[in-house]
């Protein structure tokens, strides 16, 4: 039993003295990625910085998908950045050590939706949409249908690809929207219905017909607010106009 105790309390030291570096390191990195994930603003050398950072830290023997995924989203956000003063190719390459790093934090996270979405729009900016970068936005409904914040943000984007998916997908779509605007984001389901999704107005509207209709009064009176004249599943006029 003595040596067991032993072998147990070694086993511990080693397992401390590989992880704990490996945590310490992540610290400074999750702030930056609460930020980005918020859409906050950061100045281009302290992204840089930041990475030149986690990039010349030593490989350790325990590597963390957050760490993976952190790393990924700053080369977005550098690739996303100021680039007026960029020659294209530093651009392009930008893009494609994005797009690496993601699909690394993918490979130690299949199940993150966010992270493919990223995927999605980044393979379509920088090779087109086509069905490889349709199929990553597939992917994202796959493991995360309805999951919180990241609906918000991937309801647009998947709306502005609604010609390029298939039946199955713009369901999905469809759906989304229709959460979006139960859950009371009306001024999200405003602007995506009215910017990228209006060429689909007459799909999405009727997909609200299971939708509490308070939240579509709601939407509608929005709608009329904003001098658009559209027909809400259950909504009379009157009800659009609040009289």
């Given at each position: ?14 397992w ?18 609460a ?77 993150d ?14 090779k ?44 999905k ?10 859950a ?57 106009i609040?009289?």
């Amino acid at each position: 039993m003595p040596f067991v105790l032993r072998l147990l309390g070694l086993v511990g030291v080693v397992w401390s003295a590989i992880s704990l570096p490996v945590f310490c390191a992540e610290l400074p990195t999750k702030g930056v990625v609460a930020r980005i994930l918020i859409d906050d603003s950061f100045r281009l050398n302290v992204l840089n910085e930041l990475l030149a950072a986690m990039s010349g830290e030593r490989r350790q023997l325990v590597q963390r998908s957050d760490h993976m995924r952190a790393e990924g989203l700053i080369r977005l956000r550098i690739a996303e950045g100021p680039v007026a003063w960029k020659r294209s190719e530093e651009v392009d390459q930008d893009t494609a050590s994005a797009i690496q790093s993601i699909r690394w934090s993918l490979a130690m996270n299949p199940a993150d939706s966010f992270m493919w979405m990223t995927l999605y729009t980044l393979e379509s900016a920088y090779k087109g949409s086509g069905e490889r970068a349709v199929a990553y936005l597939d992917q994202s409904y796959v493991v995360g249908p309805f999951e919180g914040w990241i609906i918000l943000r991937r309801n647009k984007t998947a709306l502005a690809a609604f010609s390029s998916l298939d039946s199955v997908a713009q369901q999905k779509v469809s759906s989304e929207f229709a959460a979006i605007v139960e859950a009371g984001f009306t001024d999200v389901a405003l602007h995506n219905l009215t910017s990228v999704g209006w060429s689909h107005k007459n799909r999405l509207l009727a997909g609200l017909q299971r939708s509490d209709i308070a939240s579509r009064q709601l939407l509608a009176k929005r709608l009329a607010d904003q001098g658009f004249e559209v027909d809400v599943p259950g909504v009379a006029k009157e009800a659009k106009i609040g009289r």
